[in-house]
């Protein structure tokens, strides 16, 4: 079965850095829909970024364009989350998201924490 492990989350200050990892385990990333997911506290988990196998074709939230880049290694079986210029408003629990064709199947990371420090 499909599992995912993320890592990278912490505290940072607006206008810093971060690097998130997930870690793909039972598939192999490329044939995956790869995701990243926020959700903020007492509000609805919103959808980051999405990158379809292969990174094919890949789709940013507005509130990220040109501040967040999702990235595959294949050989380390991990797809990464590039976050730069980072605002108060990012603050929140960010989540990996994988969706299998075939067999069908999807799959969540238990989340990393991202505090940004105004």
């Known amino acids: 079965q499909v599992q995912l492990v993320e890592s990278g989350g912490g505290l940072v200050q607006a206008g810093g850095s971060l690097r998130l990892s997930c870690v793909v385990s039972?598939?192999?990333?490329?044939?995956?829909?790869m995701g990243w997911y926020r959700q903020a506290p007492g509000k609805q988990r919103e959808l980051v970024v999405r990158s379809t196998r292969s990174g094919i074709s890949t789709n940013y939230a507005d509130f990220v364009k040109g501040r967040f880049t999702i990235s595959r290694d294949i050989s380390k079986n991990t797809v990464y989350l590039q976050m730069n210029s980072l605002k108060p408003e990012d603050t929140a629990v960010y989540y990996c998201?994988?969706?299998?064709?075939?067999?069908?199947?999807?799959?969540w990371g238990q989340g990393t924490q991202v505090t940004v420090a105004s």
């Open positions: 039972g598939n192999i990333v490329s044939t995956l829909d």
């Open positions: 998201n994988a969706d299998r064709r075939w067999p069908p199947i999807t799959a």
